[in-house]
Structure formats: C-alpha cells, structure tokens
C-alpha cells in the first residue's frame, strides 16, 4: 500500500533545528547595521568550510531521499544512518561555530540582557511597578525614537512662545490666521526698566506693552490692525506671526521683542522689511487651499472640522444651562431614546426635535458603543465642566485683583461622607458697583487649630496670587 508517511517527530525537529542553524549562519555572513555608521570596516569571520560541505551534503543527499521515502512509504536504511552521521557530525560542529564564532561584544549584550534586564522586568511585573531605569529607557523611547504623534497634531494656543513649529502648524494658522486676543491677557510680564539722567540724576522708570502697538495710522488717518502681530503672556514679548512660522533673523521670530521705548519705529521697520513681506506671501499661498495637491483632503479635512465644532457648540450649551441649575447629568443608562439617560442626552434629545443637524448626529452616532466618536459621552461633558470651572475661576481672581479691596469668609462643615471641609468664600465690589460673593474653593482636612486654619487661609491667597 502506498501513500504519504508522515516524518517522524525526531525527523521533523532534527530538520527544524537544521534549518536554524542555517539561518544563524546566514545571519552572521550579514553585515550588523551599527557597522554601518562607523568610519572602520570590520570583516566578518566566515563559516568553517566543512560545515558548508556538510549542510551542501544534507541538502543534496539527505532530503532528497527523505522524500522519495515519504512518497515510497518507508524510509531507507542509508537515511536513518545519514540521520545519525547528521546528529553526530554535523549539529555539534554547527554549535561550535554559532558558540565559537559570535562577536565578544555581542556575548555580553546578551549576557547582560539575560543578568540585568529580564529579571528586573520579571520582578517588575510581579512587585507591580517598573525599575526607575527601564522606566527611563522608556521615557527615552518616547521622547527620542518615535515621533511624537500627539504633540505634533495638537492645535496651537494663543502664545506664540509655545508654538511647536512644524507643518500642522504652519497649515493651521496659514487657513484660519491668527488671533489677537489681547482683552484678557496680563501685561504684567512685558514691564521693561528704564533709566534716564536729569540734571545728574539717574532715575528708573518702566514701560509696558500697549495696545496701540497693534494698529498702524496711515497718512490718511485711516487706522489699520496689524494682525500679524503676537504678545506672548508667557515672556511678555511680541512676535511676527509669518516671520515666526516660516523663518526669519529678527527678533521679531526669535526671542521675541520688548525694547518698547521704540517699538513703533522697530514695528514699521519690520513690516517694511523685504523678508517680512517674503513670508507673509508664503502664508497666504499657503493658506489658498485651491490648486494645491492635497485639495481635495484638504477640503475634506476642514469639512469634518467645522461639522464636529458645530457638535461641540451644541454640546457646550447644553453644558453650560444644566450646571448653572446645579442638575445631575448622568442616568442609569447613556443610550440614546432611553427614559433613564440623564439630563444631559434628554435635553440634546429635545434640541433634536427642531435641530435637523443634531438630529442627524444622533442618528447617525447615537449609540455607537465604545470606540467611536460621538462626542456625546460623559467623557466630554466632564471635560467641559472642568474646563469651565477653571474658566469661572480665573474670571473671579481677575475681579477680585481689579476690585483691589475683599474680605473672606471660611468656614468648616463635614461632607456626606464626614470628612470635615472648609470652604473658602470671597466678598468683593465689581466694576458695577455691586456687592460679590463668591466661592473659591473646598480644603479638606485642615485640623480645627488656629495656627491650622491661618495657613490654610494664606495657602489659598498665595496660591491664587492674591494681594494680603
């Protein structure tokens, strides 16, 4: 009876670790790619002649007749004893090769890697933490290696001092321009030492940024903004939007400027100046998204943009109106049609029913499950809460450092879960004239000493920057 015979299990690992062992001897005729950035050639020892001939011998002898024996159904004497000539001869000078032959410096690697870094990992893991110095590998991973995905897709603030330059930027600001929102800005930063001598006396005095620095009066008297320029609140400085993104050896796109005594005539200088008016060319070439290759993705990009602001509009109303009331967001459930969903989707529900947008968007994105975006989910809303309540403090510190004048009112009440906690009120004057009260902020577990409730109290005004 003839038909296929299977190989033996020794058969089969005796060809796998034959195959192996030609693929370590391929690899080390390979040239290591470190040596590839070195100025000195290194040679790579060769592989022992006979241990060619035998492998040459086992391709042209041996597998050749196990093949015919599989398809005969038996295998010949002359192959069991080619096996163990095999077994005998060849496998042991292979493994004096591979063990003689390796670089020294490559044995080290891996004894150090077998001494050093697996048992930390496998320490690591058990002990539920991460040795500081794979943690810092890591970290250099992160920061060196890959690119930094994240940081390069982030849509830049208003500082330009902080701007990471690079293509997504220059593409960013290039569509939509820059914004000179200077209304809530501190100026404090851009104050500049003067000293002046009068009459033998020297005197210092200080100048600051000025807002008529970002309008330009023609001959005419027609007034005109200058929007390519930039403060910087972080280093109370000045930058040219276009020099800065596309390159340019003013001060303007480097450290930023300040020298304010003369500020009109270095800003009419370098608005008159040919690399000035070279980049802000660049800018709006770039910023035309017709004609360009990437037009049509472009187009796409900016579509689903202002379709997902839009979401966001609606989303942040709704936000907005539920927690001026002071009501719960969340239900027993977020699914969308649900009578347990919360008031958040209820009332994105009832702006529904007369918002064909909204309408669509739960339609369409309703109950995605997770994974997918929808910008519906708790997730979002308490990233809005948050970011309104840093919003809604910021704007009190503000009126109380403008008021000049307030007075605190602490006091201390146990929680729902009886952890004792001091709230932290301030009373103030606004620029109506009106009388303020308003909450600052919970400290929990201060202790009901005096000396304890006094830090407390100058913890909170020196971590608000607050004038006492």
């Known amino acids: 009876m003839t038909g296929k015979k299977k190989l033996s299990g020794y058969q089969n690992r005796k060809r796998a670790l034959l195959k192996d062992k030609k693929e370590l001897i391929a690899i080390k005729k390979c040239r290591k790619i470190q040596d590839m950035f070195?100025?000195?050639?290194?040679?790579?020892?060769?592989?022992?002649?006979?241990?060619e001939k035998d492998i040459q011998e086992v391709d042209q002898n041996t597998f050749p007749k196990v093949t015919e024996a599989?398809?005969?159904?038996?295998?010949?004497?002359?192959?069991?004893?080619d096996i163990q000539e095999l077994d005998q001869n060849t496998f042991p000078k292979v493994t004096e090769a591979v063990h003689n032959e390796v670089p020294v410096d490559i044995e080290k690697d891996i004894q150090e890697l077998d001494q050093n870094t697996f048992p930390k990992v496998t320490e690591a893991v058990h002990n539920g933490k991460v040795p500081e110095e794979i943690a810092m590998d890591i970290q250099e991973i992160d920061q060196n290696t890959f690119p930094k995905v994240a940081e390069y897709n982030v849509i830049p603030g208003s500082d330009p001092a902080l701007w990471s330059i690079n293509n997504f930027t220059q593409d960013y600001f290039c569509i939509h321009g820059f914004s000179q929102n200077v209304s809530s800005m501190n100026f404090s930063k851009s104050k500049r030492p003067y000293i002046i001598s009068q009459k033998g006396v020297k005197k210092t005095y200080y100048r600051y940024f000025n807002l008529r620095y970002l309008?330009?009066?023609?001959?005419?008297?027609?007034?005109?903004?200058?929007?390519?320029?930039?403060?910087?609140?972080?280093?109370?400085?000045?930058f040219c939007g276009p020099c800065l993104l596309f390159g340019n050896k003013s001060v303007f796109a480097t450290t930023g400027f300040s020298n304010w005594q003369k500020a009109e005539e270095r800003i009419l200088e370098h608005s008159n100046s040919s690399n000035h008016r070279s980049n802000i060319i660049k800018m709006k070439d770039r910023g035309n998204i017709h004609g360009r290759i990437d037009n049509n993705l472009v187009t796409q990009v900016e579509t689903q943009r202002i379709y997902w602001v839009n979401v966001?509009?609606?989303?942040?109303?709704?936000?907005?109106?539920?927690?001026s009331r002071g009501l719960a967001f969340r239900g027993t459930t977020s699914k969308i049609g649900c009578n347990n969903n919360g008031n958040f989707l209820m009332a994105l529900e009832l702006l529904a029913e007369f918002d064909p947008f909204l309408s669509n968007h739960l339609e369409t994105y309703g109950n995605p499950g997770k994974g997918n975006t929808s910008?519906?989910?708790?997730?979002?809303?308490?990233?809005?809460?948050n970011i309104m309540s840093k919003q809604v403090l910021n704007t009190i510190i503000?009126?109380?450092?403008?008021?000049?004048?307030?007075?605190?009112?602490?006091?201390?009440?146990?929680?729902?879960s009886h952890i004792d906690q001091l709230s932290f009120c301030v009373r103030y004057v606004n620029n109506k004239g009106e009388p303020v009260?308003?909450?600052?902020?919970?400290?929990?577990?201060?202790?009901?000493?005096?000396?304890?409730?006094a830090n407390a109290v100058f913890s909170v005004l020196k971590k608000y920057d607050l004038n006492y």
């Open 38 to 51: 070195l100025e000195k050639t290194s040679t790579v020892e060769e592989v022992p002649v006979e241990i």
């Open 312 to 323: 966001l509009k609606r989303v942040v109303a709704v936000v907005k109106r539920l927690s």
């Open 437 to 453: 009260e308003r909450f600052l902020c919970f400290l929990d577990q201060i202790g009901h000493k005096a000396d304890d409730m």
């Open 70 to 81: 599989v398809h005969n159904g038996e295998v010949p004497v002359e192959i069991e004893k």
């Open 398 to 416: 503000q009126e109380v450092k403008a008021s000049r004048y307030f007075s605190i009112s602490v006091d201390s009440t146990p929680d729902i």
């Open 215 to 238: 309008q330009v009066t023609l001959k005419n008297g027609e007034k005109l903004k200058r929007d390519f320029l930039m403060y910087s609140e972080s280093k109370g400085v000045i």
């Open 375 to 385: 910008y519906i989910s708790y997730n979002i809303y308490e990233q809005f809460i």
